[in-house]
């Protein structure tokens, strides 16, 4: 389990973050999303270790990254944006180099390389440099790496940019197959159509601060679906009836209702007739999490 507990951090006079906080329990994906700048990297970072904040802390399944580094670095599994390793290496070779810092033998070093390379579906390259893989190879290296010690937390950092179609499944499936191993894992991400397909819950950040913490669930019924109407006449009159069925905006004579939970469309459309409006166009929109999320921005900007 990671919790992030009220975590600042500024460089120089740019406040990076300021009061984050944010729970992954076992056995739950978590999906970090937001803007570019908004501090996704810098939290992913203290949480590994990799830098301290100002205040606050990070306890990982109990301990704390400020007073016990090395247990918590043992703890989890990163894995970068962009991997850098020592390219002019074979994978299996630096794989062995690496493996010694977690006190394994040469012989124990090289049959988990063997394991953990054949599970990221790199067998047939373990023979070959760094310098040749791939940037999508090289994340797939970096995860076999960081699973040396089994770590119960995974944490992927925009792990999914610059892949092809099959690597972005194959670290899909890999996500599942670490939920289903009751692993807590952590992945921030630009691909918000994943982050709704993998993540149970989601934490909002913008400019540093989280603007909100929804499961997936609670997203799906607070983000409303959206009917467009374009009617040819009654503007005002249709304006009026469908204030009853959710929020509406309007203009030119195209009217936008975010309905209500609950409501059914052919209810509205069956109103409308009956009121002798004449409907152009009628079509549904499904909102999505990314219209969420820009929403929640648009909240957060009004504080």
Do not use: C
């Not at 802390?57 to 247990?71: E, M």
């Not at 770590?151 to 670290?171: H, K, S």
């Amino acid at each position: 389990m990671i919790e992030v507990k009220n975590v600042s951090k500024s460089f120089g006079k740019a406040r990076v973050l300021s009061d984050v906080s944010f729970n992954v329990g076992n056995g739950e994906v978590v999906g970090y999303v937001g803007l570019n700048g908004a501090g996704k990297t810098t939290t992913i970072r203290i949480i590994v270790g990799v830098l301290n904040p100002d205040s606050g802390d990070v306890i990982v399944d109990g301990y704390s990254v400020l007073r016990d580094k090395r247990r918590t670095s043992e703890r989890v599994g990163w894995v970068p944006e962009l991997p850098i390793f020592e390219t002019e290496f074979k994978a299996l070779d630096y794989f062995v180099y690496l493996a010694g810092y977690h006190g394994l033998s040469r012989s124990e070093a090289i049959k988990l390389g063997k394991e953990l390379l054949s599970r990221m579906g790199l067998e047939d390259a373990m023979d070959k440099r760094l310098s040749e893989y791939s940037q999508g190879t090289k994340k797939r290296f970096a995860l076999a790496v960081s699973l040396i010690s089994n770590p119960p937390n995974i944490v992927f950092d925009e792990v999914l940019n610059g892949l092809d179609p099959q690597g972005i499944a194959f670290f899909r499936e890999l996500t599942h197959e670490f939920k289903r191993e009751n692993k807590a894992v952590l992945f921030s991400s630009h691909i918000l159509k994943e982050v709704e397909q993998l993540a149970d819950k989601v934490v909002f950040i913008h400019k540093g601060r989280i603007i909100g913490i929804y499961t997936v669930e609670e997203i799906t019924r607070l983000a409303k679906p959206s009917l467009k109407i374009r009617v040819s006449s009654n503007l005002e009159e249709a304006v009026k009836i469908l204030s009853n069925y959710g929020e509406v905006v309007a203009g030119d004579m195209e009217i936008t209702i975010k309905i209500n939970h609950g409501v059914n469309p052919e209810e509205i459309m069956g109103e409308l007739v009956k009121r002798n409006i004449g409907v152009k166009e009628f079509r549904s929109e499904e909102r999505d999490l990314e219209t969420f999320f820009f929403e929640l921005i648009k909240e957060a900007e009004k504080r």
